[in-house]
């Protein structure tokens, strides 16, 4: 199947950024919707952006349009998030997810088929 690693997490003081990146392995050779996603201590894990197979379509929710910025590298089999203009409500485990496609298209949130283990983000005030 499709193993899916994050890393980049770390802790930042409030305006401060970081570049998350997933990395995928195994059978990487399908088109693939991959997205974001974030969960605080106690809360659902909620999406927070996307991005087409082919990269061309973004999708993000409204907390973070215009601060972060999702893109992909598939000869590298690599999505990454650049993390700008941080907030301590940013404060979460980021996981990244992937979900096999048949078209390319982006879309907002949505169940992955494949789960990253999560990175930390941590933001101070």
């Known amino acids: 199947q499709v193993r899916l690693v994050e890393s980049g997490g770390g802790l930042v003081q409030a305006g401060g950024s970081l570049r998350l990146s997933c990395t995928a392995s195994?059978?990487?050779?399908?088109?693939?919707?991959m997205g974001w996603f974030s969960q605080a201590p106690g809360e659902e894990r909620t999406f927070v952006s996307a991005?087409?197979?082919?990269?061309?379509?973004?999708y993000y929710t409204n907390s973070v349009k215009g601060r972060f910025t999702i893109s992909r590298d598939n000869a590298n089999n690599t999505v990454y998030f650049q993390m700008n203009s941080l907030k301590p409500e940013d404060t979460a485990v980021y996981y990244c997810?992937?979900?096999?496609?048949?078209?390319?298209?982006?879309?907002?949130?949505?169940?992955?088929?494949?789960w990253g283990q999560g990175t930390q983000v941590t933001v101070s005030s």
């Open positions: 997810g992937a979900l096999r496609v048949s078209t390319d298209y982006v879309v907002g949130p949505f169940a992955p088929d494949y």
């Open positions: 991005i087409s197979w082919s990269g061309t379509k973004t």
């Open positions: 195994g059978r990487t050779r399908s088109s693939y919707l």
